[in-house]
């Protein structure tokens, strides 16, 4: 079963930080690796998608980063706004792109 | 607006009563998916579909059965709802998604089985 690890479970920093969300998974086959953010009691929202063949998306002040040979993604937040805080979640979708595996997620909290 | 929508949004219902939760989307998309979350389990997938009459199992597939008639709809069906099926249920959806298009998600729907 493919494996997806997020750490920390929890990170809390002072407003303006620049800051890197971790996910590890097993097995480098990988279609898909998307972040997600989740705000409480509500959906997910989609930040960054990076397909296999790419190393790395940006958005705005996101930017994401895929190491197959390694198993890991990043996701770097810069200069943190209160309104960041969220949980933020990491998938991976397998080689047929159709099924799909969550990590637990990482609760950031910015503090203004 | 292009969206995931589910139906209903809350519901509470008992022990053996078959139910099932909608999903439709507007943007006709190829791919749809069932997740339920729970509390130290994270998101986990309960079924998938790669277009109109292609379903898969997930890893949590017990308990649930899944259609897709046609492109926009794929509605969750528990038979025999029980108590461990008390979840948030999410759809999700995308166009193609072995083209690096991205992920579309529902707003949730929080099912209590008593």
């Known amino acids: 079963k493919q494996e997806v690890t997020q750490i920390p479970a929890a990170l809390s920093v002072p407003e303006g930080e620049n800051l890197v969300l971790n996910c590890s998974f097993t097995d480098s086959a990988i279609y898909n690796l998307q972040w997600f953010r989740q705000d409480p009691g509500k959906g997910l929202t989609s930040l960054l998608l990076i397909q296999s063949s790419q190393r790395e998306q940006t958005s705005g002040r996101l930017n994401a980063s895929l190491d197959k040979s390694s198993g890991r993604s990043t996701l770097y937040i810069a200069a943190s706004q209160p309104g960041d805080s969220a949980t933020y979640l990491c998938a991976r979708w397998d080689t047929n792109a159709g099924k799909s595996t969550f990590g637990d997620g990482t609760t950031l909290t910015v503090k203004p | 607006e292009a969206q995931v929508t589910q139906n209903p949004r809350y519901l509470i219902t008992v022990t053996g009563k078959k139910l099932t939760v909608t999903c439709s989307q507007n943007?006709?998309?190829?791919?749809m998916s069932w997740y339920r979350q729970d509390p130290g389990l994270g998101l986990r997938q309960i079924y998938y579909s790669m277009n109109v009459e292609v379903t898969d199992k997930g890893d949590v597939p017990e308990g649930y059965k899944v259609s897709r008639k046609e492109k926009r709809n794929f509605p969750l069906i528990l038979e025999s709802p029980s108590p461990n099926q008390t979840s948030l249920y999410f759809c999700a959806s995308s166009l193609r998604p072995g083209q690096g298009y991205g992920y579309t998600f529902g707003s949730g729907t929080r099912l209590t089985v008593v």
């Open positions: 943007m006709n998309h190829e791919y």
